[in-house]
Nanobody, 122 residues
Framework: QVQLVESGGGLVQPGGSLRLSCAASGFTLDYYAIGWFRQAPGKEREGVSCISSSDGSTYYADSVKGRFTISRDNAKNTVYLQMNSLKPEDTAVYYC???????????????WGQGTQVTVSS
């Protein structure tokens, strides 16, 4: 069965760091572009970052550029999101998802994880 599982979320102080993991089972993750999305209370789900299935091309939303880094480890069938210099406005449920195309559009993503909570607060 196709499954994506996020992990690594938690409570962190402003300026701190977290690394989120997205582990795949039931399919080979490197055949897909992988996106990270987030949804805060009262807000729509938004794209954060994505990485291509082939050449490793990456995309970052302006709000996280320079602070977040997306990467993949094909041997572990896992994609990571390293989050540094975290701000309270980064607080959200973070989701990973798989798409056939390197694109940051919700409708293009076929598989979704259950999400992991990230809370940035002092």
């Amino acid at each position: 069965q196709v499954q994506l599982v996020e992990s690594g979320g938690g409570l962190v102080q402003p300026g701190g760091s977290l690394r989120l993991s997205c582990a795949a089972s039931g399919f080979t993750l490197d055949y897909y572009a992988i996106g990270w999305f987030r949804q805060a209370p009262g807000k729509e789900r938004e794209g954060v970052s994505c990485i291509s299935s082939s050449d490793g091309s990456t995309y970052y939303a302006d709000s996280v550029k320079g602070r977040f880094t997306i990467s993949r480890d094909n041997a572990k069938n896992t994609v990571y999101l390293q989050m540094n210099s975290l701000k309270p406005e980064d607080t959200a449920v973070y989701y990973c998802a798989a798409a056939q195309l390197f694109i940051m559009e919700l409708d293009e993503y076929d598989y979704w994880g259950q999400g992991t909570q990230v809370t940035v607060s002092s």
